[in-house]
């Protein structure tokens, strides 16, 4: 795909353009070629709901896990349990041999006290603010599809349920843990879905190459001579270098780097001194680096420590500067890209999907994934009464409220990805993988 711009009204034009017979949330285009039994919408309502009133945060979700296993206990899964998290992994074997294509769902919810209202809404002081129970029973909702097709099967599919990707690096902790060696070799393929608050529901989105920002955090402290503050001469203050660093940084943003290679540099955290009239010792200030290619994350690496190091220099100071990038770019695959739209659109017509103008500026751990084996991750909306001039809570906020009803088509839309992308490398599906 090129990378042009298009406006969300011309979705369709872009990649994989496509037919479509579908209109709305849940309803199912028969196009799709998997058939959805009857009661199948509301039994996955029904599960995502119970998640949502129990979420659990971070890599350890006993409670999560056991809803997760027992929603697929009978789908006839080969079925391994994480050492180092509480994730799941399920081999759904299919009819025929063949390769191996990944789904992921991420399962941890948020630290965030909920003020939904909802009737199932979390009174735990957690919250599924992200979406993650919409993920989790999407998936099981998948691989339900998935299990009553598996003679059609030209080879297997790996079911990735996932803790930890709030901030915790989860896919990281599972790539260790050997969930892309699940199926006894590699998948050539990975796909997962985000649900979104603050899009129209069931409007489904995706971009060729970079979907979302890498992060990165600088630290930095700042090592000066404490003092007297009618004294001034006789420290060395490490607090106008700091903030000559901070100043710094944004002009580094605006002529050292190309605005068509973008890199936000946001300082959020700032700490020095303890008294007005007492020169402190030392300063420490902390930046998120947020940078959208490789290459640009590499320079940041190292020519943002360089650049506060040089002015701590030239105050007689010495600093200790740090890069860390916690999180790689999510970086679609090309071809698979527009197989993901192709393929949505395929199912739900052309009028559902947009094709993105731009990158998302928040980060994703599914990069990780991304970085060993070629897919697309994409956006499902899920803001039932959407309306651009009063735009709903979104992701992460203590009001966001879900659209449970695009579960369905998010489940379709998974399992459509798996079974068409295994025919496609059996020699009979998309030409175009």
Do not use: W
């Not at 039994?43 to 409670?63: N, Q, S, T, W």
């Not at 990944?102 to 009737?119: F, K, N, S």
């Not at 695959?333 to 094709?355: C, M, N, P």
């Amino acid at each position: 795909m090129t990378q042009h711009e298009q406006r969300p009204e011309q979705a369709g034009a872009g990649i994989g353009a496509g037919p479509g017979t579908a209109s709305g949330p849940g309803a199912v285009a028969a196009g799709g070629g998997l058939r959805v039994p009857d009661g199948f919408l509301e039994d996955l309502i029904a599960l995502r709901r119970r998640l949502h009133a129990h979420p659990e945060v971070g890599l350890m979700l006993p409670r999560t896990q056991e809803m997760i296993l027992e929603a697929i206990a009978d789908l006839d899964l080969e079925i391994a349990l994480g050492t180092e998290t509480t994730s799941v992994v399920g081999v759904l074997r299919g009819g025929r041999p063949g390769p191996a294509v990944l789904l992921r769902g991420d399962m941890d919810g948020l630290p965030v006290v909920e003020a939904t209202g909802l009737p199932y809404a979390a009174d735990t002081g957690t919250m599924h603010a992200c979406g993650h129970d919409l993920h989790m029973a999407g998936l099981v909702g998948a691989a339900r599809l998935l299990a009553a097709h598996r003679e059609e099967l030209p080879g297997s599919v790996i079911l990735m349920f996932q803790p930890g990707e709030e901030g915790y690096d989860g896919a990281g902790v599972m790539l260790r843990e050997g969930v892309l060696e699940a199926a006894g070799e590699r998948p050539i393929a990975a796909y997962g879905i985000h649900v979104s608050a603050d899009a129209p529901s069931g409007q489904i989105s995706t971009r060729a190459g970079t979907l979302m920002a890498a992060f990165s955090v600088l630290e930095v402290r700042v090592i000066g001579r404490g003092g007297h503050g009618s004294r001034p001469h006789e420290a060395l203050d490490p607090i106008p270098a700091m903030a000559e660093m901070i100043t710094a940084l944004q002009t580094h943003v605006t002529r050292r780097t190309s605005v068509f290679d973008p890199v936000v540099v946001t300082v959020g955290e700032v700490h020095a001194g303890s008294a007005p009239n007492i020169i402190p010792g030392e300063a420490h200030f902390r930046a998120g680096v947020r940078t959208f290619s490789p290459r640009m994350a590499t320079r940041m690496a190292a020519q943002l420590p360089e650049l506060v190091t040089g002015i701590g220099r030239s105050h007689g100071l010495t600093v200790e500067a740090t890069f860390r990038t916690v999180l790689p770019a999510t970086i679609n695959d090309d071809a698979e890209a527009g197989f993901f739209a192709r393929t949505a659109q395929g199912i739900f017509g052309a009028e559902r999907y947009v094709d993105l103008e731009n990158p998302r500026t928040g980060s994703e751990d599914f990069s990780r994934v991304l970085a060993e084996v070629p897919g697309a991750y994409g956006f499902v909306g899920a803001a039932k009464d959407f309306d651009p001039e009063d735009m709903p809570a979104s992701n992460h906020s203590p009001m966001a409220v879900f659209d449970d009803s695009v579960l369905a088509d998010q489940a379709l839309l998974l399992a459509t990805l798996a079974r068409d992308r295994l025919r496609a490398a059996a020699g009979e599906g998309d030409p175009a993988i």
